[in-house]
C-alpha cells in the first residue's frame, strides 16, 4: 500500500494540490484501495473511516467521481458498509458524504429515506444529530439532479419528511434537521404553474393611439415554471469606474431654440406684478364620465356596508323604505382640510385609466387621518416562515384537503366568480390604483392571491391595493401573495400590511392602520420564465403571507402594499391648496404635458409674492435661486407623495419659516412624474411598460412625455444661467428603514472602487454633504449613516445622475423614504405612517432654509465647521465609515 493509514489526510488540501492529486488519477487508484481492503476479512475500520473521509474530500473536486465509483465496484462497498454499521456513528457519516457524491445514488433513494426514518424513530435522545443530518445531506445532494428528485418523489419522500420534520418541530435544537428537510422539499416540489391561464394581459383594452404598432402595444403572456433557485449578485461591479462619465460636464442638450418655448412655464421671471393675475388649477377642462358603484355616487346612503342583502351591524340603521343598513359619510373636514369627498369624486371623473373605473374606493373617498397611537415593528415570532412553508407542502401531502375555488378573476368580465353563499370572501380591485388579478381559495379561510404585472408588461408584482368583503367577525383568515419579485423585503423585519374599515370610516375613525400577524416573505415553488425574467433563468416569485381577523359584520375592508395616494387625490389636494393662498404667496399651476394615457401632469410654481413693484423688490425676486422637486416617478412608492404632501403644505403655510423659505426660493415642483401608472396600479412603470427612472439620458417625447419635458426645464434653465441650486426627486424604498438621501460624488465613487486618480480629478466642490448633513440633525427619521453619494453605471440614466452630469448641479439628489420603519432617533421601533412622511417632507424645507444661510459661505472648511455647530440630537446616528470619510474631506481641505 503506498500510503499509511496516518497519511491520506496529507493530499487533502484544497485548491491547486487536490486537483493536481484528482488530474494524477489519485481518485481510482483511492477506489482500487478501497475494493481490495474491503476484501480482507473482517475489513480494517481505521482504514475504511480514513478511505472514505478522504474520498469525501476528493468527490467534490472530480467531476467524474460518480462514473469511477461504480466501475470500480466501489459503490457496492460503500453501500454494503452503511448496511453492517448502521449504529456505528464514526463511520456512517463520511459513508452518506460518499453516497451524495455519486451520480448513481439516485437509484438508493427508498433505502436512504428508510436508514432516515429507522434514525428518527430510534434515535429518542438525539444523540447522533450528525448521523440523521448526514443522511439529509446526502437526500439534498441527489435531489439536486432532475433524476434524483424524481426518485425522492416516486420513493413518497415528501410525505417521510414531512412527517419527521413535522414531529421535529417542538424540538429546536432539531432545527438544522428540520431545515434541510425544508429545503429538500422545496426543491422536490412537482412542476406547478401560478393558478391562472396563459396570461393574455394585466389589462386587455387597446392603449392610446401613441403607442408604437408592435409588441410594445400588447401586453405580453407570461409562463411560470418549477422553483429554482436565485444567484447573488456582487453590488461592487456596479460602481461607475470610468473617470469621464465621473465629472460632470454639462451637455448643451436641445438647442436653445427648441427650449425657448418653455418660456412660459418661468412667467415669475418675467412677470407684471402691477396687473393682479390670479391662476386657477387646470383641472376642470377635461371630460367627465359617469361614475357608479360601489359609491352611487348620486345616492351614496343607498350603499350597503358589506353587500349581499344582509344586515348591517350594529353601527348601521335603517332607512326609511326598509332597504337595509345605510351608509353614513363621516364628516372629516375638520381632521383632514385638505381633504373633500365630493371634490374627490369630480376629479376622478376627470382621470383617464386604461380599463375605465366606474368606481371609488372607500378610503381614497373617506380620506385617511393618522392614527394617534404607535405602531411599532410586528415582532417575529420564531419559526413562522417554516411553518408557513410546511403548511404550503401540506398541499401536496394532503391535496384532498385543498378547495382550489377561484372566487376572483380579472378575466371574467363578471366579476367576482363566485355566488353569494357566506364560504367565500368577495375581493375586487377594480377601482383606482387597485391591483388584484386573481383569488383563490385554497382552504376554507385561506386564500392565494395573484398580482397584475405592470401594463405592458409581464413583472414588477409587488403594489397590491384591494377591497375584501363577507367576511365572519373572530375569523383568522390567511392571505398569500403568491408572485412577488423581490429577493427580501422589509415584511421579514417588523413590517405589516395596512388596512382600511369602512365600518371603522363611518364610526369616525377614516384611517389606515397597520395589521396582520404570522407574516412572513419566502420564495416559494414557482419560478418566472426567462421571458418574464428579463431574458435571466432561475429567477423564482416569491410569498408574502399574513394572517389577520375582521373586527366588524357585514364590514367592507381594504388591504393596501403602503398607504395608497391616488391622481385622483393630488388633484383633490392641489385645488384645496389653491384655496390656501394668500395674496403673498405666488402659486401658479400649469399643465406641463399629457401623458400617454390622456391625462395631465401638473407643474407648480411657489414663492412668495415681491414686497413691492420696485425695482429692487422685482430683481431680488426674479433672482432668486430655485429649487426643484419631483415625486412619485415609480407608482407603487406611495410615501413619496406622502412626503411631497407635507412639502406642499408647508410651503403654502403660514408660519414664519414658510414665509422665509419663499421669499429665499422660487419652487419647480412636479408632484407626480408618472400618473398613468399611479392611476392603473402599476408598481414601478408607465404604460409603455417602462421605468421612467432610467429614461433620463434619452427621453421619447411621445413615449416619455412626462420625463422628457421635465428635463426639457432643466436645460432651458441651465441655457439661462439658471440652473436650480437643488434638485431632489422623492422616492420610497422597500428594503431599507428611515429616510435617506443618495447624491453623486466623484471622490466617494473612486474611494468605493480600484481606479486610480489624481489629485486634479478628486477635486470637487463639497457642498453636496450639506443637506443631508443638516436633515440628519433635525429630523427624527433621517439617517446620515443610510446616505450614499458614490454612482452606479446602473443608475447613470437616472434623474439623480442625469440632471448632475448634463444639468451641472451639485446637489442633485435622490430622497428615499421607507415603506417599513426607523431604527434610530425618535421613531426607533416604530413603522412609519403618513404623519411621520409629511413631517419628513416639512422638514425637508426647514434644511433648505438652512442651507440658504451657509450657502453664502465660499470657505468649506468654515461651512463644515459651522454645520458642526448645529446640534447633533441623541436620536442621530452616524457609521464609522461615514464619519471617516468627512475625517478626510476636512483632512484634504486643511492641505
Given at each position: 500500500?503506498?500510503?499509511?493509514?496516518?497519511?491520506?489526510?496529507?493530499v487533502?488540501?484544497?485548491?491547486?494540490?487536490?486537483?493536481?492529486?484528482?488530474?494524477?488519477?489519485?481518485t481510482?487508484?483511492?477506489?482500487?484501495?478501497l475494493?481490495?481492503?474491503?476484501?480482507?476479512?473482517?475489513?480494517?475500520?481505521?482504514?475504511?473511516?480514513?478511505?472514505?473521509?478522504?474520498?469525501?474530500?476528493?468527490?467534490?473536486?472530480?467531476?467524474?467521481?460518480?462514473?469511477?465509483?461504480?466501475?470500480?465496484?466501489?459503490?457496492?462497498?460503500?453501500?454494503?458498509?452503511i448496511?453492517?454499521?448502521?449504529?456505528?456513528?464514526?463511520?456512517?457519516?463520511?459513508l452518506?458524504i460518499?453516497?451524495?457524491?455519486?451520480?448513481?445514488?439516485?437509484?438508493?433513494?427508498?433505502?436512504?429515506?428508510?436508514?432516515y426514518?429507522?434514525?428518527?424513530?430510534n434515535?429518542?435522545?438525539?444523540?447522533?444529530?450528525?448521523?440523521?443530518k448526514g443522511?439529509?445531506?446526502?437526500?439534498r445532494?441527489?435531489?439536486?439532479?432532475?433524476?434524483?428528485?424524481?426518485?425522492?418523489?416516486?420513493?413518497?419522500?415528501?410525505?417521510?419528511?414531512?412527517?419527521?420534520?413535522?414531529?421535529?418541530?417542538?424540538?429546536?435544537?432539531l432545527?438544522?434537521?428540520i431545515?434541510?428537510?425544508?429545503?429538500?422539499?422545496?426543491?422536490?416540489?412537482?412542476?406547478?404553474?401560478?393558478?391562472?391561464?396563459?396570461?393574455?394581459?394585466?389589462?386587455?383594452?387597446q392603449?392610446?393611439?401613441?403607442?408604437?404598432?408592435?409588441?410594445?402595444?400588447?401586453?405580453?403572456?407570461?409562463?411560470?415554471?418549477?422553483?429554482l433557485?436565485?444567484?447573488?449578485?456582487n453590488?461592487?461591479?456596479?460602481?461607475?469606474?470610468?473617470?469621464?462619465?465621473?465629472?460632470?460636464?454639462?451637455?448643451?442638450?436641445?438647442?436653445?431654440?427648441?427650449l425657448?418655448?418653455?418660456?412660459?412655464?418661468?412667467?415669475?421671471?418675467?412677470?407684471?406684478?402691477?396687473?393682479?393675475?390670479?391662476?386657477?388649477?387646470?383641472?376642470s377642462?377635461?371630460?367627465?364620465?359617469?361614475?357608479q358603484?360601489?359609491?352611487?355616487?348620486?345616492?351614496?346612503?343607498?350603499?350597503?356596508?358589506?353587500?349581499?342583502?344582509?344586515?348591517?351591524g350594529?353601527?348601521?340603521?335603517?332607512?326609511?323604505?326598509?332597504?337595509?343598513?345605510?351608509?353614513?359619510?363621516?364628516?372629516?373636514?375638520?381632521?383632514?382640510?385638505?381633504?373633500?369627498?365630493?371634490?374627490?369624486v369630480?376629479?376622478?371623473?376627470?382621470?383617464?385609466?386604461?380599463?375605465?373605473?366606474?368606481?371609488?374606493a372607500?378610503p381614497?373617498?373617506f380620506?385617511?387621518?393618522?392614527p394617534?397611537?404607535?405602531?411599532?415593528?410586528?415582532?417575529?415570532?420564531y419559526?413562522?416562515q417554516?411553518?408557513?412553508?410546511?403548511?404550503?407542502?401540506?398541499?401536496?401531502?394532503?391535496?384532498?384537503?385543498?378547495?382550489?375555488?377561484?372566487?376572483?378573476d380579472?378575466?371574467?368580465?363578471?366579476?367576482?366568480?363566485?355566488?353569494?353563499?357566506?364560504?367565500?370572501?368577495?375581493?375586487?380591485?377594480?377601482?383606482?390604483?387597485?391591483n388584484?388579478?386573481?383569488?383563490?381559495q385554497v382552504?376554507?379561510?385561506?386564500?392565494?392571491?395573484?398580482?397584475?404585472?405592470?401594463?405592458?408588461?409581464?413583472?414588477?408584482?409587488?403594489?397590491?391595493?384591494?377591497e375584501?368583503?363577507?367576511?365572519?367577525?373572530?375569523?383568522?383568515?390567511?392571505?398569500?401573495?403568491?408572485?412577488?419579485?423581490?429577493?427580501?423585503s422589509?415584511?421579514?423585519?417588523?413590517?405589516?400590511?395596512?388596512?382600511?374599515?369602512?365600518?371603522?370610516?363611518?364610526?369616525?375613525?377614516?384611517?389606515?392602520?397597520?395589521?396582520?400577524?404570522?407574516?412572513?416573505?419566502?420564495?416559494?415553488?414557482?419560478?418566472?420564465?426567462?421571458?418574464?425574467?428579463?431574458?435571466?433563468k432561475?429567477?423564482?416569485?416569491?410569498?408574502?403571507?399574513?394572517?389577520?381577523?375582521?373586527s366588524?359584520?357585514?364590514?367592507?375592508?381594504?388591504?393596501?402594499?403602503?398607504?395608497?395616494y391616488?391622481?385622483?387625490?393630488l388633484?383633490?389636494?392641489?385645488?384645496?391648496?389653491?384655496?390656501?393662498?394668500?395674496?403673498?404667496i405666488?402659486?401658479?399651476?400649469?399643465?406641463?404635458c399629457?401623458?400617454?394615457?390622456?391625462?395631465?401632469?401638473?407643474?407648480?410654481?411657489?414663492?412668495?409674492?415681491?414686497?413691492?413693484?420696485?425695482?429692487?423688490?422685482i430683481?431680488?425676486?426674479?433672482?432668486r435661486?430655485?429649487?426643484?422637486?419631483?415625486?412619485?416617478?415609480?407608482?407603487?412608492?406611495?410615501?413619496?407623495?406622502?412626503?411631497m404632501?407635507?412639502?406642499?403644505?408647508?410651503?403654502?403655510?403660514?408660519?414664519?419659516?414658510a414665509?422665509?423659505?419663499?421669499?429665499?426660493?422660487?419652487?419647480?415642483?412636479?408632484?407626480?412624474?408618472?400618473?398613468?401608472?399611479?392611476?392603473?396600479?402599476?408598481?414601478?412603470?408607465?404604460?409603455?411598460g417602462?421605468?421612467?427612472?432610467?429614461?433620463?439620458?434619452n427621453?421619447?417625447?411621445?413615449?416619455?412625455?412626462?420625463i422628457?419635458?421635465?428635463?426639457?426645464?432643466?436645460?432651458?434653465?441651465?441655457?439661462?444661467?439658471?440652473?436650480p441650486?437643488?434638485?431632489?426627486?422623492?422616492?420610497?424604498?422597500s428594503?431599507k428603514?428611515?429616510?435617506?438621501?443618495?447624491?453623486?460624488?466623484?471622490?466617494?465613487?473612486?474611494?468605493q472602487?480600484?481606479?486610480?486618480?489624481?489629485?486634479?480629478?478628486?477635486?470637487e466642490?463639497?457642498?453636496?454633504?450639506?443637506?443631508p448633513?443638516?436633515?440628519?440633525q433635525?429630523?427624527?427619521?433621517?439617517?446620515?449613516?443610510?446616505?450614499?453619494?458614490?454612482?452606479?453605471?446602473?443608475?447613470?440614466?437616472?434623474?439623480?445622475?442625469?440632471?448632475?452630469?448634463?444639468?451641472?448641479?451639485?446637489?442633485?439628489?435622490?430622497?428615499?423614504?421607507?415603506?417599513?420603519?426607523?431604527d434610530?432617533?425618535?421613531?426607533?421601533?416604530?413603522?412609519?405612517?403618513?404623519r411621520?412622511?409629511?413631517?419628513?417632507?416639512?422638514?425637508?424645507?426647514?434644511?433648505l432654509?438652512?442651507?440658504?444661510?451657509?450657502?453664502?459661505?465660499?470657505?468649506?472648511?468654515h461651512?463644515?465647521?459651522?454645520?458642526?455647530?448645529?446640534?447633533?440630537?441623541?436620536?442621530?446616528?452616524?457609521?464609522?465609515?461615514?464619519?471617516?470619510?468627512?475625517?478626510?474631506?476636512?483632512?484634504?481641505?486643511?492641505a
Amino acid at each position: 500500500m503506498w500510503f499509511s493509514c496516518s497519511q491520506p489526510f496529507s493530499v487533502s488540501g484544497r485548491g491547486r494540490r487536490m486537483g493536481v492529486f484528482v488530474s494524477k488519477g489519485g481518485t481510482g487508484i483511492l477506489f482500487q484501495i478501497l475494493t481490495s481492503a474491503s476484501k480482507e476479512l473482517p475489513p480494517s475500520e481505521e482504514l475504511m473511516l480514513q478511505l472514505h473521509s478522504l474520498l469525501a474530500k476528493v468527490g467534490p473536486k472530480d467531476r467524474k467521481f460518480g462514473v469511477k465509483a461504480r466501475l470500480s465496484g466501489a459503490l457496492n462497498v460503500t453501500i454494503s458498509l452503511i448496511k453492517q454499521n448502521l449504529q456505528n456513528a464514526k463511520l456512517l457519516l463520511p459513508l452518506y458524504i460518499i453516497i451524495s457524491n455519486e451520480v448513481q445514488a439516485k437509484y438508493h433513494v427508498p433505502a436512504l429515506l428508510a436508514l432516515y426514518l429507522d434514525w428518527h424513530r430510534n434515535d429518542a435522545r438525539h444523540r447522533h444529530m450528525l448521523i440523521r443530518k448526514g443522511l439529509l445531506v446526502c437526500l439534498r445532494n441527489i435531489t439536486n439532479i432532475k433524476l434524483g428528485r424524481k426518485a425522492f418523489i416516486e420513493a413518497d419522500g415528501m410525505r417521510i419528511l414531512y412527517n419527521t420534520s413535522t414531529e421535529c418541530l417542538p424540538v429546536r435544537t432539531l432545527d438544522p434537521l428540520i431545515n434541510t428537510s425544508s429545503l429538500i422539499m422545496r426543491k422536490c416540489f412537482p412542476k406547478n404553474r401560478l393558478p391562472v391561464p396563459t396570461i393574455k394581459s394585466a389589462f386587455h383594452y387597446q392603449l392610446p393611439h401613441v403607442l408604437p404598432v408592435g409588441p410594445v402595444a400588447q401586453l405580453y403572456s407570461q409562463q411560470f415554471e418549477v422553483f429554482l433557485p436565485l444567484f447573488p449578485v456582487n453590488q461592487n461591479d456596479d460602481i461607475e469606474t470610468d473617470l469621464n462619465k465621473l465629472h460632470p460636464t454639462k451637455s448643451p442638450g436641445r438647442p436653445f431654440e427648441e427650449l425657448r418655448v418653455y418660456e412660459r412655464f418661468f412667467l415669475e421671471l418675467s412677470e407684471d406684478f402691477q396687473v393682479s393675475i390670479f391662476y386657477t388649477a387646470p383641472w376642470s377642462s377635461y371630460a367627465t364620465r359617469h361614475i357608479q358603484s360601489p359609491l352611487l355616487l348620486g345616492d351614496i346612503a343607498t350603499r350597503r356596508v358589506g353587500g349581499g342583502g344582509s344586515d348591517c351591524g350594529s353601527e348601521g340603521a335603517e332607512d326609511e323604505g326598509g332597504e337595509g343598513a345605510v351608509l353614513e359619510v363621516p364628516d372629516t373636514a375638520l381632521l383632514l382640510p385638505l381633504h373633500d369627498p365630493d371634490l374627490y369624486v369630480e376629479m376622478v371623473k376627470g382621470t383617464r385609466s386604461v380599463p375605465q373605473y366606474a368606481e371609488v374606493a372607500y378610503p381614497d373617498y373617506f380620506g385617511h387621518v393618522a392614527p394617534t397611537f404607535k405602531e411599532p415593528h410586528l415582532e417575529r415570532v420564531y419559526g413562522v416562515q417554516r411553518s408557513k412553508i410546511f403548511q404550503d407542502i401540506e398541499r401536496l401531502i394532503h391535496p384532498n384537503d385543498i378547495l382550489d375555488k377561484v372566487v376572483y378573476d380579472l378575466d371574467i368580465p363578471s366579476c367576482p366568480v363566485i355566488e353569494d353563499s357566506g364560504e367565500s370572501l368577495k375581493f375586487n380591485s377594480q377601482f383606482e390604483s387597485g391591483n388584484l388579478r386573481k383569488a383563490i381559495q385554497v382552504r376554507k379561510y385561506e386564500y392565494d392571491l395573484v398580482l397584475n404585472s405592470d401594463i405592458n408588461s409581464n413583472h414588477y408584482h409587488q403594489w397590491f391595493y384591494l377591497e375584501v368583503s363577507g367576511m365572519r367577525v373572530g375569523t383568522t383568515y390567511r392571505f398569500n401573495i403568491i408572485n412577488c419579485e423581490k429577493s427580501n423585503s422589509q415584511f421579514n423585519y417588523g413590517m405589516q400590511v395596512l388596512m382600511y374599515s369602512v365600518q371603522e370610516a363611518i364610526s369616525g375613525r377614516p384611517r389606515w392602520v397597520r395589521t396582520g400577524t404570522d407574516i412572513c416573505y419566502y420564495k416559494n415553488h414557482f419560478a418566472r420564465s426567462s421571458i418574464a425574467a428579463g431574458g435571466q433563468k432561475g429567477k423564482s416569485y416569491f410569498t408574502l403571507t399574513f394572517s389577520t381577523t375582521f373586527s366588524h359584520k357585514d364590514d367592507v375592508c381594504y388591504f393596501a402594499y403602503h398607504y395608497p395616494y391616488t391622481y385622483s387625490t393630488l388633484k383633490m389636494h392641489l385645488a384645496k391648496l389653491e384655496a390656501l393662498r394668500t395674496p403673498h404667496i405666488y402659486l401658479r399651476q400649469d399643465v406641463l404635458c399629457e401623458t400617454l394615457g390622456g391625462n395631465i401632469c401638473p407643474l407648480l410654481t411657489i414663492t412668495a409674492m415681491p414686497e413691492s413693484n420696485s425695482n429692487d423688490h422685482i430683481c431680488q425676486f426674479r433672482n432668486r435661486p430655485l429649487i426643484f422637486l419631483s415625486a412619485r416617478v415609480h407608482p407603487g412608492e406611495t410615501n413619496a407623495s406622502w412626503v411631497m404632501k407635507g412639502t406642499l403644505e408647508f410651503l403654502m403655510g403660514t408660519s414664519p419659516l414658510a414665509a422665509s423659505l419663499r421669499e429665499a426660493y422660487i419652487f419647480k415642483i412636479v408632484p407626480m412624474l408618472n400618473p398613468d401608472g399611479v392611476i392603473n396600479g402599476n408598481h414601478r412603470c408607465s404604460l409603455s411598460g417602462e421605468d421612467l427612472n432610467r429614461q433620463w439620458q434619452n427621453p421619447n417625447p411621445e413615449l416619455h412625455p412626462t420625463i422628457y419635458h421635465t428635463k426639457s426645464l432643466l436645460q432651458y434653465l441651465a441655457h439661462i444661467q439658471r440652473a436650480p441650486l437643488v434638485f431632489c426627486d422623492y422616492h420610497g424604498h422597500s428594503r431599507k428603514k428611515n429616510v435617506f438621501m443618495y447624491g453623486c460624488s466623484v471622490k466617494e465613487t473612486v474611494w468605493q472602487s480600484n481606479i486610480s486618480a489624481t489629485s486634479s480629478d478628486l477635486h470637487e466642490d463639497l457642498g453636496y454633504r450639506t443637506l443631508p448633513k443638516i436633515l440628519s440633525q433635525i429630523a427624527p427619521a433621517f439617517s446620515m449613516a443610510s446616505c450614499s453619494f458614490v454612482v452606479e453605471r446602473s443608475k447613470e440614466a437616472t434623474a439623480r445622475v442625469v440632471v448632475w452630469r448634463e444639468i451641472g448641479v451639485q446637489r442633485s439628489y435622490t430622497m428615499e423614504s421607507t415603506l417599513c420603519g426607523c431604527d434610530q432617533g425618535k421613531y426607533k421601533g416604530l413603522q412609519i405612517g403618513t404623519r411621520e412622511l409629511e413631517e419628513m417632507g416639512a422638514q425637508f424645507c426647514v434644511a433648505l432654509l438652512r442651507l440658504k444661510r451657509l450657502t453664502g459661505l465660499r470657505n468649506h472648511q468654515h461651512l463644515l465647521d459651522l454645520e458642526n455647530t448645529f446640534p447633533l440630537g441623541a436620536d442621530s446616528q452616524r457609521c464609522d465609515c461615514h464619519s471617516g470619510s468627512e475625517a478626510l474631506l476636512k483632512k484634504q481641505m486643511k492641505a
